[in-house]
């Protein structure tokens, strides 16, 4: 979190200064241009995979055993939400952290994400039990 609000700030401004300190005032703007476009792409990603999102069902993912094996701690939410191609359902209050975010699957199959700070801390997934068929009574064994 202070990488994103006082870091990435700070090292704007003095690439910036080393702009202006090597190349003057065309420094500046070159330096400026390049920042500006840098933003653009981010941006730009960010609309594409809340695009993509909101084309398919709040919670829903394609096979919740791929997502789970494809999740890894510190994963950020907007890349988990690339992955899935869907928002997660929240599961935890809203506005409090860690927030819980849930994708289901065809099969009832589930995976929980828990996030702080918007970087993922943890997950779990769920299948629904199967149901044992019981063997049958006059059923015999073959000799060993």
């Known amino acids: ?3 994103q609000k006082i870091l990435l700030p700070l090292g704007g ?3 910036v200064a080393l702009g202006y300190h090597y190349g003057g005032w065309g420094g500046v703007a070159m330096t400026a241009g390049a920042l500006v476009m840098w933003v653009l792409l981010h941006f730009t990603r960010l609309m594409r995979v809340l695009q993509r999102a909101a084309q398919r069902p709040v919670g829903y993912v ?3 055993v791929m ?3 494809k999740l890894k701690r510190g994963m950020t939410l907007m890349h988990v939400i ?3 191609r869907s928002l997660g ?3 935890s209050e809203k506005d409090v952290q860690p927030e819980v975010y849930r994708w289901t699957d065809g099969s009832d199959s589930w995976v929980d994400c828990t996030f702080a700070a918007g970087r993922l801390i943890g997950h ?3 299948r629904p039990q199967q149901v ?3 063997p049958a009574a006059d059923a015999t064994l073959p000799p060993p």
């Open 13 to 15: 401004v003095a690439l």
């Open 67 to 69: 997502l789970n094996a």
């Open 89 to 91: 359902q929240l599961r």
């Open 124 to 126: 779990e997934m769920q």
């Open 132 to 134: 044992q068929p019981e």
């Open 62 to 64: 394609d096979s919740a």
């Open 82 to 84: 690339a992955m899935t």
């Open 1 to 3: 979190m202070i990488v």
